[in-house]
Each structure stands twice: as C-alpha cells, then as structure tokens.
C-alpha cells in the first residue's frame, strides 16, 4: 500500500486547546486561565504563592561568577518531558507570562556566547538562535495533549488618531504563537465589570461539536466565541482593497521622502577648553 490518504473527507476534531489571552494588569487574564480544567501555571512574574493552583516559577539561575547556571531553557525542557512522559493528571498548561519568558530565552542565548545583546552575535546568529528555541518551544507546547494557555501583558500604540490595544508580545513572536493557536482573547476591565472578548479564531467553531464540554463553558463566557465570520460583498472588499492600498503608498512615500532629504550639516561643537587667564 502506498502512504496516500483516502480521497474523501474526514471528520475534524473541533475542539480548542491552544489559547492567546492578553490585557492589561489584574484584567482577569490569570482568572481565565485558572478555569480551564487542571491548570498548571509557569510562574513568572513571581505571584506563584498568590496562585491557588500548582505551579513552577520560571528563571534563569546565576552562578557565583554571574553565569546562568541552570537556564530556562533547560526548566521547560524537563516540564515537558515529564508533561510527555509521566501520569500527572494536569489537563492545561499556562505560561504566565509568554513575554517574559521570551525574554530569559533571549538573556540565555546572550549569556551563552558572552555577549550584551542578539545584535552582538555576529551573522544573524543570535536571533537565528533566539528564534529556533521560541519556535521549537510552541511547537512541543502545541503536540502535548492537553490544552496550552499563553498569557501576554498589553501595549497601547496609536494610528491615524485611533489607540489600538494589542499584546505586548514582540510582533514576530506573536505571529509565531498566535499562528499556533485556535483562540486570542483580550481581557479588560471597563468600570467593575470583567469583559473577555474574540480578537481572532482559526475557525469557525461549532459549539455543538466540541467534544470537551468545559471548554464549551469557558467560550459561552466570550463574546464572540462562537459568531460566524462575516462575508462581505465584492464592492465592499474592493473599497477596502483601495483603502489599504492608499495607506501602503503614503508609507512608501514617506519612506522615499526621508531617504531624499539632504543631510544637514553638523553644527559647530562649542569649546570646553577654558580661557587662559593672564
């Protein structure tokens, strides 16, 4: 027999596990994560003893002579071998936060060539480096079978006189989690009320085929958990289309511009040196 598949359609398996939660501090972003069933937290913002559920608080371990000595990298190693190969009974996994865990990745790589920063490893070979952990990271996360939660603090950036809220989470790397993901969900709080809200889904997901019922329980508390994407019509799309366009060549052409303009010549430097007095 040869390896091709069936020519026929399958049935899928519709149930999340993979979930991209962002806010602000003490938006409910941890409260959310602790209702899937069985958490396991990976501490790292050092609120582990303020967390009812079990966890392990994540760090780069020093040595006398300020070397890391026992890496972060080496820490999620050793959870997720035991998460593979061990009875534990934890059904979810949260890394609270993901940004700073990206972060002592990246003080790792730093430390192990013996430099300040990624830009100081030659070639592009310290952030090749960075991003090879991060990514080979999210890919062991996503094969484990239970449900992964990454939690991602929040930035405010400004365009066109409008204020965007998005993940704090370094754009590149979002891309890389959220790309693994079924679920991001932003997390906010507006007077005493907590709202949780679909930024974006891998698909439609139909709430009737979810196998795992909590689940099922924790996206009714969701606003847009469960609403169909929107097909919009083909003069609305090429109205937005031209839009988008206009925007990218305004971009440019402020680019072009700046490279255009004339370098302006260094002002003179005033002397320090101090007059003689005669």
């Known amino acids: 027999m040869g390896i091709l598949p069936p020519n026929k359609k399958q049935k899928t398996t ?23 069933p069985n958490p396991l937290f990976l501490d790292t913002d050092g609120n582990a003893s303020a967390n009812p559920y079990p966890s392990i608080p994540l760090r780069n371990i020093r040595g006398k002579d300020g070397k890391i000595r026992q890496s972060v990298v080496e ?23 993901i940004d700073d865990i990206a972060s002592m990745i990246e003080f790792y790589v730093c430390d192990r060539e013996g430099v300040e920063t990624l830009v100081d490893i030659g070639y592009g070979k310290g952030y090749a480096a960075f991003n090879s952990i991060f990514q080979q990271l999210v890919i062991e996360l996503k094969a484990l079978p239970i449900n992964v ?20 989470l370094k754009e590149k790397l979002v891309n890389v989690v959220n790309g693994n993901c079924d679920y991001m969900i932003q997390c906010k709080k507006i007077g005493k009320n907590y709202i949780r809200v679909v930024k974006s ?31 919009i019509d083909k003069k609305t799309q ?12 305004i971009v440019i052409e402020e680019g072009n511009d700046k490279k255009n303009e004339p370098i302006k010549p ?13």
């Open 75 to 97: 820490q999620l190693d050793q959870i997720i071998t035991e998460l593979q190969t061990t009875h534990h009974g934890f059904e979810t996994i949260v890394l609270d936060v």
């Open 149 to 168: 939660v990454y939690v991602s603090r929040i930035q405010t950036i400004s365009e066109d006189n409008v204020t965007y809220e998005i993940p704090s």
């Open 201 to 231: 889904k891998r698909k439609n997901y139909d709430r009737e085929a979810i196998e795992d019922k909590r689940t099922v329980k924790i996206l009714d508390s969701i606003t847009g958990a469960f609403e169909r994407s929107r097909q």
């Open 238 to 249: 090429d109205a937005i289309v031209k839009e988008l366009e206009k925007k990218e060549e």
């Open 14 to 36: 519709d149930t999340p596990k993979n979930f991209f939660i962002y806010g602000a501090t003490m938006n409910g972003k941890s409260y959310l994560a602790g209702e899937f």
């Open 266 to 278: 260094a002002k003179p430097v005033a002397s320090r040196t101090k007059p003689v007095i005669k």
